[in-house]
């Protein structure tokens, strides 16, 4: 249960100039619950359910209704962990939704240079319960998360970092070379078509840090997904398939995230293009769809949850790897275990460009507008340096 | 042979993290039925971010299969049975 006692929206207005409009938010506050929970088991803490308060922050030097932000106040745990606070950008993409709301209003013009405001009013008290249409009992219930303890350390020294650099948030992940290339193969394999898979593992705690980390030990194909040019649909008969394949493994292996392909030298190839502004592509150098975004939010909704794009470009495969840092799905690094058996030299993994799903933390301040990208059908030039 | 009126059921997400119990289900209601009631507790989503439903089929452990949303929760269902929830989710 998430208890919230205010009504949160957002206020435009450009530089120096009027207040273009408001938007009233209705936040998913899951994922910043989840994170502070896990925030509090990494941090040596006990486990807490994910349940707590939302209760606003305000802005320090203009005070209430504005906000810096907003912390989150876990229950049940003794004694209670610190809050934990999360920023405006929080709100970084209904920002960009309300913004183009205003390009569409004439407001604004596509390239126009913004700011937003985070406010908060109070409001009673609204029950997160729905009712079901049949009369029935509901409970939800806890279970403890499935961590080992061991040691880091040893970890950290036999890999070594990839991708991007990652702000004090973020919490290690170990992911073995053979993963990757078992993915590439796969979606060389299927050429146009994109396909993907789920990615096993364990949480290793040490207590002695303390932290805990995501060790990938599999993926797993998700042979029964559909796979076609711009998606993949994951059916309940692929779960069911995936299910199965972690019953048989017997490594108590737990689901840490999915993989899926954007074969994006397909993509486009009816367009005039040179090689040198397809290389410069956004699509070919890796992104994380509205699509993606969704699946993830509702499938893959605890802290620790992974998606690796493994993008088939021009040049070849390369990969990215994203995960939830303070309640937002961002691109992020990770540690490659090398395959001892394998001399190849380590894979590409995409660069270090903002994401569509993740603007630069001044965003808050005076955000650009930039379109979310709903199809990756559109082929786009690269953002500016 | 007893006649139940109604009966317990546990529930979870596709990645195992979310579990749920659902009590006093009544053996006349359906299947779908029960997977709506479950969602939210499983605090799983209906539509997704473009406004569109999810799908969810309930896959009964014991069994092995997907049950139909107009299967009857006394014909299909035991007391505390187990219940996966499977969505019908695209990546782009
Ligand atoms: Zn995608």
Redesign the interface.
């Known amino acids: 249960m998430i208890v919230c006692h205010h009504r949160f929206l957002l206020l435009f207005q450009q530089p120096e100039g009027p207040v273009l409009g408001q938007l009233p938010l209705a936040p998913n506050w899951?994922p910043a619950v989840e994170w502070a929970a896990f925030a509090a088991l990494r941090a040596g803490g006990r486990e807490t359910p994910p349940h707590g308060r939302v209760v606003p922050v305000a802005d320090p030097r203009l005070g209430l209704p504005y906000l810096s932000g907003f912390r989150v106040e876990l229950d049940g745990a003794d004694p209670a962990p610190p809050p934990c606070e999360f920023p405006v950008t929080y709100f970084a993409r209904d920002a960009r939704r309300g913004s183009a709301a205003l390009v569409a209003a004439k407001k604004l013009r596509d390239g126009d240079t913004f700011s937003y405001r985070l406010l908060a009013v109070e409001q009673p008290e609204e029950s997160?319960?729905?009712s079901?249409?049949?009369?029935?009992?509901?409970?939800?219930?806890?279970?403890p998360?499935a961590v080992t303890n061991a040691p880091l350390p040893p970890l950290f020294a036999a890999t070594m970092p990839m991708g991007e650099t990652d702000g004090s948030s973020a919490y290690p992940v170990f992911l073995p070379q053979a993963v990757l290339t078992e993915a590439q193969a796969l979606v060389e394999a299927a050429g146009a078509r994109?396909v993907?898979g789920l990615l096993l593992g364990h949480l290793q705690r040490d207590p002695a840090l303390p932290d805990i980390g995501a060790v990938v030990t599999a993926q797993i194909p998700a042979r029964h997904a559909v796979g076609e040019a711009?998606?993949?649909?994951?059916?309940?008969?692929?779960?069911?398939a995936?299910?199965a394949a972690i019953r048989l493994r017997r490594s108590r292996e737990?689901?840490l995230g999915w993989w899926?392909s954007h074969p994006a030298r397909f993509w486009c190839q009816d367009k005039a293009c040179s090689p040198a502004t397809r290389r410069a592509c956004s699509l070919q150098r890796g992104f994380f769809?509205?699509?993606?975004?969704?699946?993830h939010?509702?499938?893959?909704?605890?802290a620790f949850?992974l998606a690796l794009v493994v993008t088939y470009a021009d040049e070849g495969c390369h990969h990215a790897l994203y995960g939830w840092n303070q309640g937002v799905v961002q691109r992020r690094g990770f540690r490659l275990l090398p395959d001892p058996t394998d001399a190849r030299p380590p894979p590409t993994v995409a660069g270090s460009a903002p994401l569509p799903t993740s603007p630069p933390a001044e965003a808050a301040a005076a955000p650009t507008h930039t379109p979310i990208r709903e199809?990756?059908a559109t082929c786009q030039p690269a953002d500016p340096p | 042979m007893v006649q139940l009126a109604s009966l317990s059921v546990t529930a979870s997400d596709v990645t195992g993290q979310k579990h749920a119990r659902a009590r006093n289900v009544p053996v006349d209601g359906s299947i779908g039925e029960l997977v709506d009631g479950l969602l939210p507790r499983l605090r799983l989503n209906s539509l997704d971010r473009s406004g569109q439903p999810v799908h969810y089929d309930a896959r009964l452990q014991r069994e092995e299969r997907h049950l139909h949303r107009t299967e009857r929760v006394g014909d299909a269902l035991l007391p505390d049975d187990h219940l996966v929830l499977h969505p019908r989710v695209v990546a782009g």
């Open positions: 899951e997160s319960a729905q079901a249409a049949l009369a029935f009992e509901v409970g939800e219930e806890t279970r998360l994109e993907g711009e998606k993949l649909t994951f059916t309940p008969e692929t779960w069911a995936v299910e737990i689901i899926h769809s509205s699509d993606d975004l969704s699946l939010e509702n499938v893959f909704a605890k949850h199809s990756p």
